[in-house]
């Protein structure tokens, strides 16, 4: 236990204005939390594949509206 620890604990022993320090174990590195790198190619793939028929879609219905109103 580091010794800055051990006075907070001290300090919060005898002081009860001071509270117990939350000691918590070492923190994960970022990289361990992440997704895997095929479940993120995948999402990437099917957004990039969801915006390009919306907008293909979006396309042919301006057309359809622009041969309509003409």
């Known amino acids: ?3 800055f620890n051990r006075l907070h604990e001290w300090a919060a022993d005898r002081f009860s204005f ?3 320090p939350n000691v ?3 923190k994960l590195q970022f990289f ?6 095929a479940t993120r190619l995948f999402i990437a793939v099917m ?21 309509v109103m003409s």
């Open 32 to 37: 361990k939390c992440q997704m895997p790198l």
């Open 18 to 20: 001071i509270q117990y």
């Open 47 to 67: 957004s990039m594949l969801t915006i390009s028929i919306s907008l293909a879609a979006l396309a042919g219905l301006l057309m359809a509206l622009y041969f």
């Open 24 to 26: 918590r174990g070492p």
């Open 1 to 3: 236990m580091k010794i």
